[in-house]
C-alpha cells in the first residue's frame, strides 16, 4: 500500500482573536484587555490539536488600523509572540515573515536560529522583499525598485543561511568527562561584502533539531517565482481559483527544476476561508455579523465594478440577472477574484449573499458544512492548485474549534490528511530534506 | 516609622547555568544538551523568590567563546530568552541591552514595547551605544567614534521613546457595547529625519501597565555619564571598591540634576560576585573549581603586573609580603581592580587564594557565609557606593539558591531589602516614575 501523498495544513496568525479585523467583537471572545497572549497560547493549541503543519505569521511593521471597530492586528512583534507559543506547544511549527528591505541579516539570522534551537527545530523564516512603504518608512528606508529589492533579498538570504552555518555541525561536544563543551575551532567567521548587504563573523549557536529553520516566501512576480525557486521550501500564495493555483504552483515546480531542485522541493500553499455552518446560508450569515455597513457596501460597489454592472440598492435582495453575468469577460488584467465572483454568483445567491460569501476578499472563501469545506480543500488538492492551505477562521475560539473539530476529522478519515505528526521537527513534518548552510554548501 | 531606604537586587544573565564560563561543569547543573531554556526559566524563578527587583542580559552579539571548556554564552537572542521567561514569572522585570551602534531604533522600540505589553510592566531597554567591534561587524557595520557613538545614542533613544507614544495613552476603547476597539485618530505618526536616525510612522501598541520601558545604560566615560543624566533611570556599572562606587553614583547623581531631574532619579546598580560558603575559606575554594590552568597562571601573572612584583611558583602557596604591597602606589591610571587586590591581599591569604577571590575578574567578589556578603553589600550600600547590585553567582541551582535562601533573609531581616514586591510593574517596584513618550513631552 503506498502512502496517499496528503495535504499541508497551516493556521494564519495576524494578531487578532482570528482571521478577521472583527474577530474581537464576537461574545465567545469575551476580549478584557489588549494585548493579550492567551488568544494566540490557544489558537496555537487548537491547531497543535489539529496536527496543522504550521502557524504563519505575516509582518506589515507600522501599520496601524483605522477603522475604529477594527482590531489592531501585527503592530506586536511575532517574534516574541512565537518564543512565548513555542513554550506551550511541542510540534506544530511556525512560519514568521521578515522581510529583506528594511531587515538586517544578522538579526533575522540570530533571532530566528535562537528560536529554532529554543523550539527544538521547528521554525521558518518567511523571506519576503517586503513592498509596504509604510513598514519601509518605519524603518527609515525607501522601498527600491523590483530589481533591487530582489537583488538584496538573494544576498540577504545567503548570508543568512551562511551565519547559520558557522557554528560547525559537529562542534558541540558537551562532554562532561573531559570538560569538553565545544570544539570552538569548527566555529568559523564568514565575511560578506555584497552590493547590498554586508556582514562578517560568526553566529555561535549550534543547530538546531532540524539544522537550521526552513525557507519560506510570498509573493507573485516573476522575481519573485524565481527566487522562490532558489530559496523556498514552501511558497505562501494568495490565489482566488483551482487555475490560478496551478499556475502558480507550476511556476513554481519549473523554478526549481530550474534551480537543480526536484518540482515537490517547494510546497505551495493557497489560502483558504472556511465559513462553516450546518448550512451553505447559515456559514455566511454568521460571517456576515464581521462585515461592517462601509464595508458591504464598498463590497457590492466592488463587485458591480469588476463585473461592469451598476448596482442600485434595489438589487440587492436578488440574485444577479444570469444573462449580465454570461456578458462578463474574463481577461489576464481583470480582478483576480473576478472568476470567483462569477462562479459563487452563478449559484443564484442574491448580491447580499455574495458579499456575505466574502467574494471580494484577500482568500477565497470554502462555505459550508464540514463536509462542503473538506471537499472544496480536497478538489484543490487534487486539481494540483495547491500542496496545502493556510487556513483564515474568522473567530479561533469558534470557527478555528468546528473547523478542527469537524473538518480535520473528515480529511483524515479520507486519507488526504495526515492522522498525527510524522516527526518532531517542522522538516519531518513537511518532508524537508535536512539543510545546514546554503545550498551551495550541500 | 519611616521607610528605611532598601537596595535593588538584580540578577545577571548571560546566557549560561550561572555567570561562569565553566558554569556547566558543575554536577549539580546536569546540562544534557544546549541551548536548554529551562535553565533560564528556573533561574528566573529562583530570582522570583527572592524578590530580585530584574534580571539583567548583556548583549555581545557575534561573540564567540574560545576554551574549549568555556561554556558559549550570548550567542542566543535574549529578547527570546525573556520573551519565554516573561511567561513564567509575574513580578520579576527584566533590563535587556541593545546596542545604539547597530541597531535600529524601530526595532527596539518594537520589540522592547511589545514584551513590555506582554509581561504587563516588566520591562527596560539597557540602552548602550556598545563599543564592540566583533558586534558591530556581525551587523556589518564599523564603530564609530565616541563622538558620534553618542551622537546617535541620543537621536536612538528620542526616536524610541517617541514611537512608544505614537499610539495615545487613551487610544484603546475595548468597548464592546459600541463596538469601539480604539480611537485610531489619537495613534499619530511621527516623523524623525535625524543626522544618526530616521523613523517615520507609528508603533501599534497600547502603553503597557507601565506606560513603557524603562531606560537603563551601561558605560562608564564622561559621555557615558552625560548620556544617563539625561535617559537613565537606572545605570547598570563596573566599580571594584566603594570610593569607585561613590564616586560614579556621585556623577550619576549630578548628571540627573544638570538635566533638571533628582538626584535619586537615576539608581546605581554595582556587580558583584557572590562567593558563599559555610567560611571563607571553603567559599573560595568552590569558586576554585572553575578556574582553569591557563587562567589561573594568567590572573596570577595580572596580580604581579598591577602590583609591580615578579612572582615564581615558590610564592604560590604563601601570603604576599606585607612590606612589598605597602610599596605599591595606586594612581588614577593604575588598573581598577588593584585597591581592592591589595585590600584582599592584606587579610593575610596566600598568592593562589588571591587568585581564588576572584580579585583579577570582571567585578569584585564578596567572600564568606551569607552573614559575611551580607554586610559587604550593607556597607557598599550605606557608604552610598550602590543603590543596589547586580548579583553574578557561580552556579544559579547551587550559589544562587544558597542566595535566595540564606543571604536575601538576612538583607531582609536587617531591613536593607524588600520583603515583597512593592507593585505589579518595574515602575513600581524600582519606584521610577510613569512615563511615555519622551521626556520633554512630559
Ligand atoms: C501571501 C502573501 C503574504 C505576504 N506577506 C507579507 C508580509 O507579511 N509582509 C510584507 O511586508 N510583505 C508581504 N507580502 C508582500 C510580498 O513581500 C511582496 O512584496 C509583494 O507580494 C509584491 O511582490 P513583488 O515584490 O514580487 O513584486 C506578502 C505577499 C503575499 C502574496
Ligand atoms: C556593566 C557594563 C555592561 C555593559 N554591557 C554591554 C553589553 O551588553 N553589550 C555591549 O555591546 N556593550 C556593553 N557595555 C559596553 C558599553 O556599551 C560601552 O560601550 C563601554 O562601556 C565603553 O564605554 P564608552 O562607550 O562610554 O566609551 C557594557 C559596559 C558596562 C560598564
Do not use: C
Not at 570538560?179 to 563573523?201: C, M, N, P, R, T
Not at 524565481?226 to 500564495?237: E, I, L, N, S
Not at 469545506?373 to 469558534?398: H, L, Q, R, S
Not at 478519515?413 to 498525527?420: I, N, T
Request: net charge negative; charged share 25%; aromatic share 10%.
Amino acid at each position: 500500500m503506498t502512502q496517499q501523498k496528503q495535504m499541508i495544513l497551516s493556521l494564519a496568525m495576524f494578531g487578532a482573536a482570528g482571521l478577521n479585523f472583527k474577530s474581537w467583537t464576537d461574545p465567545e471572545v469575551k476580549l478584557s484587555s489588549y494585548p493579550d497572549i492567551n488568544i494566540d497560547i490557544e489558537a496555537a493549541k487548537l491547531a497543535e490539536k489539529g496536527k496543522f503543519h504550521f502557524m504563519f505569521f505575516g509582518d506589515f511593521p507600522g501599520n496601524k488600523a483605522s477603522d475604529t471597530s477594527d482590531m489592531q492586528t501585527m503592530g506586536l512583534d511575532p517574534m516574541m509572540i512565537a518564543s512565548i507559543i513555542s513554550n506551550h506547544t511541542e510540534r506544530i511549527g511556525m512560519g514568521i515573515t521578515r522581510a529583506t528591505s528594511w531587515s538586517n541579516p544578522y538579526d533575522v539570522a540570530r533571532q530566528f536560529k535562537t528560536l529554532d534551537a529554543l523550539s527544538k527545530g521547528r521554525m521558518a523564516w518567511n523571506a519576503v522583499t517586503g513592498a509596504n512603504g509604510v513598514s519601509a518608512n518605519a524603518y527609515g528606508v525607501n522601498l527600491a525598485p523590483s530589481f533591487d529589492r530582489y537583488g538584496k533579498a538573494y544576498e540577504f538570504t545567503e548570508a543568512v543561511q551562511a551565519l547559520w552555518a558557522t557554528w560547525g555541525e559537529d562542534a558541540l561536544k558537551l562532554n562532561h568527562s573531559t570538560k569538553e563543551f565545544a570544539d570552538y575551532d569548527q566555529v568559523k567567521a564568514i565575511s560578506l561584502k555584497g552590493k547590498y548587504v554586508q556582514s562578517s563573523g560568526t553566529l555561535p549557536i549550534p543547530p538546531s533539531k532540524q539544522g537550521q529553520p526552513l525557507i519560506f516566501h510570498s509573493g507573485g512576480s516573476e522575481n519573485s517565482i524565481a527566487f522562490a525557486g532558489k530559496y523556498a521550501d514552501v511558497f505562501v500564495g494568495e490565489v482566488w481559483t483551482i487555475e490560478q493555483g496551478q499556475a502558480i504552483r507550476q511556476a513554481l515546480r519549473d523554478a526549481a527544476v530550474a534551480n537543480g531542485r526536484q518540482p515537490d522541493d517547494i510546497k505551495f500553499i493557497a489560502g483558504v476561508m472556511p465559513l462553516l455552518g450546518d448550512n451553505k446560508k447559515e456559514a455566511i450569515e454568521r460571517h456576515a455579523q464581521f462585515i461592517d455597513d462601509d464595508t458591504f457596501l464598498q463590497r457590492v460597489a466592488h463587485i458591480g465594478y469588476v463585473l461592469g454592472i451598476d448596482f442600485t440598492p434595489a438589487d440587492l435582495e436578488k440574485p444577479i440577472d444570469p444573462k449580465l453575468l454570461d456578458q462578463v469577460v474574463v481577461t489576464p488584467y481583470s480582478d483576480p477574484r473576478l472568476e470567483n465572483v462569477l462562479k459563487v454568483a452563478r449559484e443564484g445567491w442574491s448580491l447580499r449573499e455574495l458579499v456575505y460569501h466574502s467574494v471580494i476578499d484577500y482568500h477565497p472563501a470554502a462555505v459550508g458544512t464540514a463536509q462542503d469545506i473538506a471537499d472544496y480543500m480536497t478538489e484543490w488538492f487534487e486539481a494540483g492548485a495547491a500542496d496545502g492551505f493556510w487556513v483564515m477562521p474568522d473567530v479561533y475560539k469558534v470557527d478555528l474549534t468546528r473547523f478542527v473539530d469537524e473538518v480535520v476529522p473528515i480529511l483524515q478519515e479520507e486519507g488526504s490528511f495526515h492522522k498525527d505528526y510524522e516527526g518532531e521537527t517542522l522538516r519531518e513534518n513537511l518532508g524537508v530534506a535536512y539543510q545546514y548552510g546554503t545550498r551551495e554548501r550541500e
